[in-house]
């Protein structure tokens, strides 16, 4: 459900960019995510961080995209949350010496530090690689193309990296089940 939750302002965007253009998608998706924030703390009474960096930049660059009708803002947003995100991850584990990835699902799954150290990285490549594509795609492909892309593209490689994941811990979590049944 959270999952579905995350994606409706997406999809919305989406539709009424390809029905009405540029700036009443900007809107209805500013619109959906505060929405959608309001949503997230109603039934699950927590915002993650990362979900107020994505929903305030969604706001800030949404709002820009509607006021100059231009694609621009919203292209930049992704580009630099993507950015965001890989240099936490970098800083956190480079800086100081605790990856940002064990920080998060630590409680839930014990797993050796080299282990969390190649996650962190992987999932810091992940989002320079993002970036670096939505770069390319949204300086030298038209705009429907980009938001294509955004929609689509950018959704399949999360998909592809959250699946990559779960083989990567597949055989940690294995042996540490076996190691705790004996």
Not at 47 to 73: C, H, P, R
Not at 122 to 139: D, P, Y
């Amino acid at each position: 459900m959270k999952q579905l939750l995350e994606f409706i302002p997406l999809i919305l965007f989406f539709v009424v960019y390809k029905t009405y253009g540029v700036q009443e998608a900007a809107l209805v998706l500013v619109v959906a995510t505060v929405v959608q924030l309001i949503a997230l703390k109603v039934l699950y009474k927590k915002i993650e961080k990362s979900q107020w960096i994505l929903g305030v930049s969604v706001v800030f660059f949404g709002l820009l995209t509607a006021y100059f009708n231009d694609l621009a803002f919203l292209k930049w947003k992704v580009t630099l949350v993507n950015g965001l995100f890989a240099t936490a991850l970098l800083v956190s584990q480079f800086v100081f010496k605790k990856p940002l990835v064990q920080m998060l699902l630590g409680k839930e799954l014990k797993l050796p530090s080299n282990v969390w150290e190649k996650l962190n990285l992987g999932w810091a490549g992940f989002f320079i690689v993002c970036m670096i594509i939505n770069i390319v795609i949204s300086e030298f492909f038209s705009d429907d193309v980009w938001t294509n892309f955004k929609v689509f593209g950018l959704t399949g490689l999360s998909l592809i990296a959250v699946i990559g994941t779960g083989f990567y811990l597949y055989p940690h979590l294995k042996q540490q089940e076996e190691s705790n049944g004996n």
